[in-house]
């Protein structure tokens, strides 16, 4: 049955690539964004679609659209840019998902709330099960965005239990693919693009802190399983991502091989409430949605810096 969706955030990385899949199995998609760390680039090619529509606006203000799926994705995700205004940060989090779980009664939509690994903050618990609360720090550099999804998915839970919203709750874990910011400081995008600008790659610590990573295609699985999901634990967080887990020394090397294996490694002093190591434990989701993961991270890292490549050289960024 053809749904008509709203793709909150749908110019940025992870929701431009849902948007793809959804106008893909017949879906009509309406991709709102502020543009604040997405781009029309990144739908550019949907733009003359017949079942896409585009708006610019802030998900902190409300919007009533007539929509059957809600798929609750507009937040900047890395550290850069949820830190460059971080009150607004929170904003996005709590306002627009309040909106957007407004907009859900009021129309009867099924809403999908884009959650975090970073619920979990510093974990005390290896690997991370969706049942383990978290160990957050309230007051830290990192709190506007842990904290504003922690509430995002309070918001969730309480919707469904007092007003009877269809909700679902991904907890997305570091996910990586063609289309990432460039220069969103994120460590995929740090080493390709420094690999590929022939620099150091920076390294912070020692290198031995891990951080699993998942492909684009395996992770917008993963979401469309969970959003039709209809079992019993389906207004429960489900985390995806992939448990395969790299210290970013291995990391370095495997970016090194791929580009430029005579590059480097230059060490920096650890960000602070920089996760020692952060890995899904995705029973749930295989159990529910029957998803596992499935490419490994040299080939959606050699699919990754041919994007990078050619947006480089492209001048994107420049
Ligand atoms: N990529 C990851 O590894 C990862 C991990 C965990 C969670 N997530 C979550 O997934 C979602 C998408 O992340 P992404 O990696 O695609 O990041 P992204 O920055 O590429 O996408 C976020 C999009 O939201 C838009 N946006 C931000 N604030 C907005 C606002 N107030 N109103 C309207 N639009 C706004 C941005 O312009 C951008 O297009 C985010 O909610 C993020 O927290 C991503």
Known sequence: MTKRVLMTG???????????????????????????????RNVEHLLDHRRFELIRHDVTQPILLEVDWIFNLACPASPVHYQFNPIKTVKTSVLGTLNMLGLA??????????STSEVYGDPEVHPQPESYWGKVNPIGLRSCYDEGKRIAETLCMDYNRANGVDTRIVRIFNTYGPRMALRDGRVVSNFVVQALTGQPLTVYGDGAQTRSFCYC???????????????????????????????????????????DRDLPVRHEPLPSDDPRQRRPDIERATRNLGWTPSIPLREGLAKTIEDFRRRIEAGEGR
């Open 217 to 259: 295609d395996d992770l917008v699985d993963g979401i469309l399983r969970l959003m039709v999901y209809e079992g019993p634990e389906r207004h429960e967080p489900h985390n995806i991502g992939n448990p395969g887990e790299f210290t970013m020394a291995e990391l370095a090397d495997v970016v090194r091989e791929l580009i």
């Open 105 to 114: 009664k009021r129309v009867k939509a099924r809403i999908l709330q884009a």
């Open 10 to 40: 749908g110019a940025g990385f992870l929701g431009s690539h849902l948007c793809d899949r959804l106008i893909a199995a017949g879906h009509e998609v309406v991709c709102l964004d502020n543009y604040f760390t997405g781009s029309k």
